[in-house]
């Protein structure tokens, strides 16, 4: 099946770019959580505070299928991914940014024998795609990869054979690194990460993780399956002290890479399992959360080399408040923390001392965002709760809408992108 651009509204898209908040050459959403992967919007957006089904929407556009991946918006354009509930069919969609309209809804992948998911927590289309102007890259994890022109939606390659079985569905999203696309497989059977050309598709480096392994049965092999050793996490890309690293989450054990060319450059041994957070990183340390199981917050010193576990970790968190799911936000010397049960947790980054925690109730997958001084935390029920940041607790509004969060928010301009499990909005602050 496939639905190709719509002449008239790529046009409409077109004439509008030089005013449109979103068009071409001006704002972007280019990767899961934002711009610095760190869910932090830059400058001082104009974003609305309050809205509900019949308030403060631009737009709403529902979107067919299952799909948790959260958009990025490229040349005017929100990309995003959906999948039939049982995995035999993959789609990309593109919605118009200005106007909510559907501009592609293709089929890119098939699948004869998908692998069951086992529970309702995840789906086949939970990874984000990533993008720059031109390109747009979709991941469905081993079901399948491809490059997209964003101004045709003619596909420029595709693969189909990155092995990993997911267990529970792909959850890793990919990101862009100068001339490389980064992908992450943490399954079951096989756990490691590559790089391809992103103008080509051809790999460049893949890097086997090498854990520790502490899931062993009696007979010394992988329990349930393999189950504890998955994982969801998308990397993070930053340099510090001069060296470029990629830090990445894994069941039991942390893992810098050079990007570039996939060598490892220290490791961290942990406890715990199935890890989802992305890491987050302010220009001394670099923060990982560990999973399910022996959780933990590590604040790690991203400056050793080799088995750092014992020497590098400048202080942990632990305990009840601690996501499975949901990544940090960082700002301002303060680390935000939103638990699946919807505890709301500030610390220190220096220290990891506890400053508050608060019930803003409902259960978390998706991730915050902080913009102009403001958490906005969107829940499974589809409540987004909107703090102000800082070291004292304040809830500023509670907004509702009709199905729940599993994406994460996106902010382009001065426009609030929120997918629910069913539609995808465009909130807009009133004019003044």
């Not at 760190?38 to 609305?48: E, I």
């Not at 509900?52 to 929407?57: D, L, R």
């Not at 390109?135 to 189909?160: H, M």
Request: hydrophobic share 40%; aromatic share 10%; with cysteine.
């Amino acid at each position: 099946m496939r639905l190709s651009f719509l002449p008239s509204v790529f046009a409409g898209v077109v004439a509008a770019a030089a005013v449109l908040p979103c068009a071409a050459g001006a704002e972007s959403w280019p990767q899961f959580r934002g711009p610095s992967g760190s869910g932090v919007v830059a400058g001082a957006p104009k974003l609305a505070v309050t809205w509900s089904e019949t308030e403060n929407v631009r737009w709403k556009t529902p979107i067919p299928h299952k799909g948790w991946s959260t958009p990025v918006v490229q040349d005017g354009k929100l990309w995003l991914t959906t999948a039939t509930p049982e995995g035999t069919e993959y789609f990309v969609v593109s919605v118009d940014a200005e106007t909510g309209a559907v501009v592609m809804n293709e089929r890119l992948f098939t699948s004869e024998n998908p692998e069951p998911l086992g529970n309702d927590v995840n789906c086949y289309a939970s990874p984000s795609p990533a993008s720059e102007p031109g390109r747009v890259y979709i991941s469905f994890g081993s079901y399948g990869t491809a490059c997209l022109d964003t101004a045709t939606g003619k596909e420029l390659w595709r693969r189909t054979d990155l092995p990993c079985r997911h267990f529970r569905g792909p959850g890793s999203s990919v990101i862009l690194h100068q001339n490389l696309l980064i992908l992450t497989f943490d399954g079951a059977d096989q756990q490691y990460s590559t790089a391809l050309d992103k103008a080509t598709g051809a790999t460049v480096w893949r890097t086997d993780r090498t854990s520790v392994w502490k899931d062993l049965d009696e007979n010394g092999q992988p329990s349930r399956e393999g189950d504890l050793r998955k994982a969801f996490c998308t990397p993070l890309v930053f340099t510090h002290a001069g060296r470029e690293q990629m830090v990445v989450t894994a069941s039991y054990g942390v893992f810098a890479y050079d990007p570039m060319t996939g060598k490892e450059l220290w490791k961290i041994d942990h406890e715990a399992y199935s890890p989802a957070p992305m890491p987050v990183y302010d220009g001394n340390l670099v923060f990982v959360l560990t999973g399910r199981g022996r959780n933990a917050l590590m604040a790690v010193r991203p400056d050793g080399d080799g088995d750092v576990t014992k020497t590098h970790v400048a202080w942990q968190f632990t305990g009840k408040t601690i996501p499975v799911e949901p990544s940090p936000a960082l700002a301002g010397g303060l680390l935000y923390l939103v638990s699946n049960d919807g505890i709301v947790t500030c610390l220190d980054a220096a220290t990891g001392a506890e400053l508050w925690a608060e019930r803003i109730g409902g259960s978390y997958c998706a991730s915050p965002i902080l913009a102009n001084g403001l958490l906005y935390f969107s829940s499974t029920q589809g409540k987004t709760t909107v703090l102000k940041a800082g070291r004292t607790f304040e809830k500023v509004a509670e907004n509702r809408l009709e199905e729940g969060f599993m994406a994460s928010p996106v902010v382009c301009g001065d426009a609030l992108f929120l997918r629910t499990k069913t539609a995808l909005y465009r909130i807009d602050a009133p004019a003044k």
